[in-house]
Nanobody, 116 residues
């Protein structure tokens, strides 16, 4: 059974930090590109950061470059998103995604709220 379980979300003040984690099981994690998406109220889901199976080529949305860092641990089947210097506009539900060819899996999402 494929599972992607996000954790680490919550409420944080502007300028603060959060670290999201996604625990994966039920598929060959090492081969999958892992991506964090987010969806703010009234907006479309957008790609935040992505990392290939090897972990050597992360990519980021322009809006988070220099503030967010994606990383993965293939020994633990986890992918993390370190979010620093958070802004009000980072408020969204964040989703973990696994992709390989025609296979794609989603987590249930986790809320991140940036508010003073």
């Amino acid at each position: 059974q494929v599972r992607l379980v996000e954790s680490g979300g919550g409420l944080v003040q502007p300028g603060g930090s959060l670290r999201l984690s996604c625990a994966a099981s039920g598929f060959a994690f090492d081969f999958y590109t892992m991506t964090w998406y987010r969806q703010a109220p009234g907006k479309e889901r957008e790609l935040v950061a992505t990392i290939t199976g090897s972990g050597r080529t992360p990519n980021y949305a322009d809006s988070v470059k220099g503030r967010f860092t994606i990383s993965r641990d293939n020994t633990k089947n986890t992918v993390d998103l370190q979010m620093n210097s958070l802004k009000l506009e980072d408020t969204a539900v964040y989703y973990c995604n696994a992709y390989l060819g025609s296979n794609q899996f989603w987590g249930q999402g986790i809320q991140v709220t940036v508010s003073s």
